[in-house]
């Protein structure tokens, strides 16, 4: 199986600043892509941002211009680099990843979420 460990939670200002990291483990053939969603209360999940093994990225329009993602296939690590933040990011944020498990098999897995406050 395949474990998503997410990292970064926190409580900042507005304007400020926080990096996510999501580290990705276990039966790993390969990597499709990795992503973030998040989910305010009582709102659906959506999409934040989302890197392909060919490095195509993709970003919510609310997010554009101050969030990037990157990431270290190496590690299997992908990360969300937050800057500007405003109260309307507040959410928790999921790690998403599509996996080449085995050569027959590819699935998609989450991370358990962690939780960004944006607050003065």
């Known amino acids: 199986q395949v474990q998503l460990v997410e990292s970064g939670r926190g409580l900042v200002q507005p304007g400020g600043s926080l990096r996510l990291s999501c580290a990705a483990s276990?039966?790993?053939?390969?990597?499709?892509?990795m992503g973030w969603y998040r989910q305010a209360p009582g709102k659906e999940r959506e999409l934040v941002a989302l890197?392909?093994?060919?490095?195509?990225?993709t970003y919510a329009d609310s997010v554009k211009g101050r969030f990037t993602i990157s990431s270290d296939n190496a590690k299997n690590t992908v990360y969300l680099q937050m800057n500007s933040l405003k109260p309307e990011d507040t959410a928790g944020y999921y790690c998403?990843?599509?996996?080449?498990?085995?050569?027959?098999?590819?699935?998609?897995?989450w991370g358990q979420g962690t939780q960004v406050t944006v607050s003065s």
């Open positions: 276990g039966s790993i053939l390969g990597i499709h892509r």
């Open positions: 998403n990843a599509v996996v080449q498990v085995t050569r027959a098999w590819t699935d998609d897995f």
């Open positions: 890197i392909t093994s060919a490095d195509s990225r």
